[in-house]
């Protein structure tokens, strides 16, 4: 059977820090039939400079072997506000991701599948990388995976509806934080699969907050 990985980043929100301080995230889902994987479909959010530590990280652990795809510019006039310019700095991760999964040299990284598959910060992250923490990458994983979902068929089609669109169901939404989604695009899906796993902090006191 051919191997698919299909990689969405959606649905971007300012989450607010305090009311000086705030910064954009995006919904990454994932839907794979991989050997790589061990988690076939998950969901999780990221912020800009996550993704910037991650191509770092990649490019450290490949020693060079490959030349990763680059990242959407800094902008330093970047404005959350700015639907044209977060729809295309949304693109560009997403182009970054696509490229990324398709080596098995990056496919093989644990920092990979901890950004894409667990709700750990990077120092949670990297501590796990490092064997500094009780859990181990798998287990990060695995506990930071799918709350729900109806049927096999319902999470297909749901993922297709909702990862191409910006309406989110509320109960993916992280009562920890006052969130302003930014709407790009006014259609919205009546996908009802909520894929949005947290981490039990008694089990490996995750994070959803960024460093």
């Not at 560009?92 to 696509?98: A, H, I, R, S, V």
């Not at 008694?202 to 460093?211: A, F, I, K, R, T």
Request: hydrophobic share 35%; charged share 25%; glycine share 2%.
């Amino acid at each position: 059977m051919q191997q698919v990985i299909s990689v969405w980043v959606r649905d971007p929100r300012i989450q607010k820090n305090d009311f000086w301080h705030a910064y954009m995230d995006y919904e990454i889902c994932l839907h794979t039939n991989s050997v790589f994987f061990t988690k076939k479909t998950s969901r999780v959010r990221r912020r800009f400079s996550e993704f910037v530590w991650l191509r770092q990280k990649l490019q450290e652990n490949s020693l060079l072997l490959l030349q990763l795809p680059q990242l959407p510019p800094k902008n330093p006039f970047f404005s959350l506000n700015n639907a044209q310019q977060v729809a295309d700095r949304m693109k560009g991760l997403q182009k970054f991701l696509e490229k990324i999964l398709q080596s098995n040299l990056m496919l093989s990284d644990s920092c990979l599948h901890l950004f894409l598959q667990s709700q750990l910060s990077i120092s949670k992250m990297e501590a796990c990388v490092a064997g500094k923490t009780s859990f181990t990458v798998a287990q990060a994983v695995q506990s930071c995976g799918l709350r729900r979902f109806h049927s096999e068929e319902d999470l297909q089609r749901d993922l297709g509806v909702s990862c191409d669109s910006d309406s989110d169901s509320s109960e993916s939404r992280d009562p920890r934080h006052k969130t302003k989604e930014l709407t790009l695009n006014q259609s919205r899906s009546a996908a009802t699969l909520d894929l949005r796993g947290t981490c039990p902090e008694e089990m490996l006191s995750c994070s959803n907050g960024s460093v």
